[in-house]
């Protein structure tokens, strides 16, 4: 992943008495997957049983004393939309989840085994087409006469009809919002509108979405990221903060480069990670932007991050070759002071720089 590895987690549900199953990889254990986990495996069964079975994990157990128990409370509000009655396996007692457990080895030895997952997308497919095409293809264990799916499709029709109105298995959460206009969400940050840059948002987020609303309006949206140490943003968002601060020091220019070339923060990282200069690059690099413009900075830039180097020589070298290649004018820098750069002139009639202009002038 980018930034760096994250584990894959199987969640598996098992009918107890068709041993019909449900399983997906997921990226977390927390209390909020499992509630995706499982509005996935009963919208699945198109249905549910009136008791889940859960073994003592952290995302479902909070505290538990003998026969004396509390579970998470999200998950027992979540159950009860469904009219479900959570519980507890025994601890030490693996003839309580015997079915499970004997599911998960046979996903591995089974399934995963010599298996190379290259998304999740592709292994969940993947995973539900083992089920169904080898799993409910197999006699059952109690009605050897039967398969797994002929005993699903009778167990199927006991099953708790799902509520009309299916309860969220969002993420559901106010957030602060930093000075830079981002929030973080696990170990990475999404941007939102400079305005709200100190304040409070409410905060949704499933598997693929996280969005951000103040009240009932909606302000800002993006694809959930699983990397590690990631910063995903609304170009709209960064130029407008840009704009309201636009101080005379590095870290706005910064932030103005990376939004114009995206791709340069993987430059400065690699600068960084090698004990570079980062005020002098930023300077360095603004430089080439003013001479060479936007598109072909962005285009050496992107060479730059396939050679995996960060040299602003190297840079400016192929910003050069680019140029080149799109035929355009050789860059000369003027250099100017500041006040003669940031001065504002009225135009006015170039008549007067005609001496025959003026003769002929009517007086």
Not at 68 to 90: I, N, Y
Not at 110 to 116: I, L, R, V, Y
Not at 128 to 153: G, K, S
Request: charged share 30%.
């Amino acid at each position: 992943m980018p930034g760096g590895e994250r584990a894959l987690w199987v969640f598996l549900m098992t009918l107890a008495y068709s041993r019909y199953r449900y399983a997906e990889l997921v990226f977390e254990l927390g209390v909020e997957s499992l509630r995706r986990s499982l509005w996935r495996a009963v919208t699945f069964f198109g249905g549910t049983p009136r008791e889940w079975l859960f073994d003592n994990t952290k995302a479902v157990v909070v505290e538990r004393f003998g026969s004396a128990k509390r579970l998470q409370k999200d998950l027992h509000e979540f159950a009860s939309a469904f009219h479900v009655m959570p519980r507890l396996c025994a601890p030490r007692r693996p003839e309580h989840k015997g079915g499970v457990e004997r599911g998960i080895r046979d996903l591995k030895e089974g399934h995963f085994a010599g298996e190379k997952v290259r998304s999740i997308e592709s292994g969940n497919r993947d995973l539900l087409a083992y089920i169904d095409e080898v799993v409910c293809a197999r006699r059952h264990p109690r009605q050897p006469t039967r398969t797994v799916r002929e005993v699903w499709e009778e167990e199927r029709q006991r099953l708790l009809p799902l509520p009309t109105h299916m309860p969220s298995a969002d993420l559901v959460t106010p957030v602060a919002v930093d000075k830079l206009a981002n929030i973080h969400l696990a170990t990475n940050r999404y941007s939102v509108p400079s305005s709200y840059a100190g304040g409070t948002l409410t905060l949704f987020a499933d598997d693929a979405l996280v969005r951000l609303v103040d009240g009932r309006s909606e302000v800002a949206r993006h694809a959930r990221s699983w990397g590690k140490h990631q910063r995903i943003e609304d170009l709209s968002h960064r130029r407008a903060l840009v704009e309201e601060r636009a101080a005379a020091n590095a870290a706005p220019v910064r932030e103005q480069l990376f939004v114009d070339v995206p791709e340069l923060r993987i430059i400065f990282e690699r600068a960084v990670d090698r004990g570079r200069n980062v005020g002098a690059m930023t300077a360095r690099i603004k430089t080439l932007r003013e001479l060479y413009g936007i598109e072909t900075l962005r285009e050496a830039t992107r060479v730059m991050c396939d050679h995996g180097t960060h040299d602003p020589g190297a840079l400016s070298l192929l910003c050069e070759e680019a140029r080149r290649r799109r035929n355009m004018p050789i860059p000369l820098p003027l250099p100017l002071p500041s006040g003669v750069v940031d001065r504002d002139v009225d135009s006015h009639d170039l008549a007067s720089y005609d001496p025959d202009a003026s003769e002929e002038a009517p007086s």
